[in-house]
């Protein structure tokens, strides 16, 4: 089809909404990453590990507590395939307090998956691409902590900037002082 005279140019788009590579990540970086993800998500509320392996962790990976007092848990699934089978047991075993759970995948979820978890109002997927697409609604620096934490060297192709040079522009030299004399240390 040709518009107003033109034709359609044979290049595709440049495009910037290929899922985070979260699935490359150990089982433990993940839950690491994970935790890092909720606390820029929510960065008024309290994120913490449960335990570690090894612990007894009552069915969850990360807790994340609102000013409210409400409260998310989070499993975390780095599975090559996750379906509707380990997310009734995943849900069965789960024990911990919490007003809202989720399973967070590496991975795609399956239609089968969803449709099983449900069955259980209070619990929800997020999959890979329900985390890159959280993720790249977050501030431009909250992207770049999360890619240049786990991701390191992906800038350009997660984000579509180039990786930081070597020179600081005055304001990013000056931005761990607050103007007081006083010295923040920048997160």
């Known amino acids: 089809m040709v518009l107003a005279g033109r034709a359609p140019s044979p290049d595709p788009a ?3 909404v290929q899922p985070f590579p979260i699935w490359a990540l150990t089982p433990e970086a993940f839950e690491i990453f994970v935790g890092d993800f909720l606390t820029q998500l929510y960065p008024n509320a309290k994120v913490h590990p449960i335990g570690s392996k090894g612990h007894k962790q009552d069915g969850t990976d990360v807790e994340v507590i609102f000013p ?8 975390c699934k ?11 047991k995943a849900v069965l075993a789960h024990t911990w307090p919490a007003t809202q759970k989720f399973i967070a995948l590496s991975r795609p979820a399956s239609p089968q998956a969803r449709l099983e978890i449900k069955k259980s109002p209070d619990w929800d997927i997020w999959d890979v691409e329900d985390i890159s697409r959280k993720i790249r609604g977050l501030s431009k620096e909250a992207q770049q902590r999360l890619v240049d934490t786990f991701f390191r060297g992906q800038r350009l192709a997660l984000l579509g900037e180039p990786e930081p040079g070597p020179w600081q522009t005055a ?3 000056f931005a761990p002082f607050n103007g007081r004399g006083e010295f923040r240390r920048s997160e």
């Open 78 to 88: 780095r599975h090559n395939v996750f379906g509707p089978d380990k997310v009734a």
């Open 68 to 75: 409210d007092g409400s409260n998310h848990s989070f499993q």
């Open 171 to 173: 304001e990013e030299f």
């Open 14 to 16: 440049l495009s910037f």
